[in-house]
């Protein structure tokens, strides 16, 4: 766990951002300049193919006391590239916020208003969503599933803009999944987590990272890193329905004694069958997701792989 030197340590995860970088710079430095205290900017580069590492390098060359930038190897993914920044943040607080401009900086002294209050998690909510209608009626449909699965409430999971104490990053900084979901651990760690609306604005540049497969991936490990529920309700599906296929057998076999063979539900018999092994490979895949994790899990192997640090040493070290 590293001291904290600073008031506030702002997270941002980079990956191929070259066109909305400059713009957010512009922004971003004189919000924290007002807010006052001290502060310090972690870019985390996650293996950009564009300009984007060359931008963090010249920002950190006109902002160097104020600016720590991390260069990843490779591309190791949002999540990663937040646990890392989160590893080298030294604020008594860290705000995450995404570099295209959609999390608008202006809005972090209203989170730390909130934190002002005694809260140790801020959650935000998009109080106007600009993005596509798919994605909207996707998230709304996960957050249900997951708030009745898990004990995580969040109204808003899609959202980069949140704020964190101290105490609850270094809980995070001490969890060694290899996948997992910030801001659902937040959530659990923190004893007075609140939300707050925040402004959403539209993509300047560049087009969203998050494909559909990504999305659906992001929201299986959520629902699998933090419940059993799936599995124990396969469980009880499956006594169901072979309480049910026992029953149907039974009334087949009266049917064929009394009236003899009924040719006539052959369809209706091969109905049931699909459907069943269709929810059997389904509870197949479910159980595959959580072998998997245990599977990736019990390799070990680094969540990422730092390839340089640019930063400016603190005072004393």
Known sequence: MRSATRDLSVVIPVYNE??????????LYPVLERSGGSYEVVFVDD???DRSAALLRQVFESHPWVTRVILFQSNFGQHAAILAGFEYARGRRVITLDADLQNPPEEIPRLLEAMDQGHDYVGTIRRTRHDHLWRRAASRVMNRVRER???VH???????????????????????????????LAYLFAAR??????????RTAGQSKYSLYKLIRLNFDLVTGFSVVPLQFFSLLGISLALSAGILVLY????RIFFGPQVEG?????????????????????????????????QKRPRYLVGAVLEKPEAGA
Do not use: W
């Not at 070259?18 to 922004?27: D, G, I, V």
């Not at 987590?193 to 539209?202: A, F």
């Not at 087949?252 to 049917?255: E, F, G, S």
């Open 18 to 27: 070259e066109a909305s970088l400059p713009k957010f710079f512009e922004r």
């Open 47 to 49: 293996g950009s193919q």
């Open 149 to 151: 699965i898990t004990r």
């Open 154 to 184: 969040m109204t808003d999971q899609g959202c980069m803009l949140r704020a964190y104490d101290r105490a609850v990053v270094d809980a995070i900084n001490q969890c060694e999944e290899i996948h997992t979901f910030i801001p659902a």
């Open 193 to 202: 987590p609140t939300e707050i609306e925040v402004d959403h604005d539209e």
């Open 252 to 255: 087949l076999a009266i049917q």
């Open 266 to 298: 052959v369809f209706t018999l091969f109905g049931i069958v699909f459907f069943l092994i269709g929810v059997l490979l389904f509870g197949i895949g479910l159980l595959g997701e959580y072998v998997g994790r245990i599977y990736q899990q019990v």
